[in-house]
């Protein structure tokens, strides 16, 4: 039986990710401290360190909470191609692009990088597009190798400006895992 997390204690979480997401508009990461996102969360610092243990932890949980938002896209989407799973994680990402480029300005891409492997190993569970290997080390580089490939391409697309639309990303990566481009 899956556990239930306290209401009370969901709230508080979000509370300090929305504190700690507006102190990041204002100033830089690094200089944020745990008593300014506990005082803009309107909570106290234990309640803080109940719930996280360091500011990059609020990150995590915030990017685990839009993931999930992602997923709960996808299982209502009934995603049936690559080109329809590629657009709908661009298009989802689009949304959230402010948050997104609060982390790159502040030097946290490695978050985006280190969460989406587990992130990807659940998108595949939900599509059922790939072939599995029987080795669990080559699935395990598999997932490294996508998710790397997509959390890269959404950093840069969001540094870039997003000059280019959400079709022509989708196109690019198909023609590259085709060998069209490169």
Not at 54 to 66: C, E, H, P
Not at 79 to 90: A, D, E, G, R, V
Not at 134 to 143: G, Q, R
Request: a negative charge; charged letters at 25%; hydrophobic letters at 40%.
């Amino acid at each position: 039986m899956e556990k239930r997390e306290n209401p009370i204690a969901l709230r508080s979480k979000q509370w300090f990710a929305d504190a700690l997401l507006s102190l990041m508009r204002e100033k830089p990461f690094d200089s944020i401290k745990i008593i300014e996102i506990s005082k803009r969360a309107d909570l106290t610092r234990q309640t803080f360190y109940q719930n996280f243990d360091s500011k990059t932890a609020v990150l995590n949980y915030y990017l685990d909470q839009l993931f999930e938002l992602f997923l709960q896209e996808l299982r209502e989407k009934h995603i049936q191609s690559h080109k329809m799973l590629t657009l709908s994680y661009f298009d989802f990402w689009t949304r959230y692009d402010e948050f997104l480029q609060l982390i790159i300005d502040n030097g946290l891409s490695w978050i985006l990088l280190s969460k989406f492997p587990d992130y990807l190993d659940r998108l595949i569970t939900i599509t059922n597009f790939y072939k599995y290997s029987n080795s669990v080390e080559i699935t395990k580089y598999a997932y490294t190798y996508l998710s790397g490939a997509l959390a890269n391409v959404l950093i840069y697309w969001i540094k870039d400006g997003k000059r280019l639309s959400i079709d022509q990303i989708t196109t690019m990566i198909e023609d590259i895992h085709s060998g069209e481009v490169i």
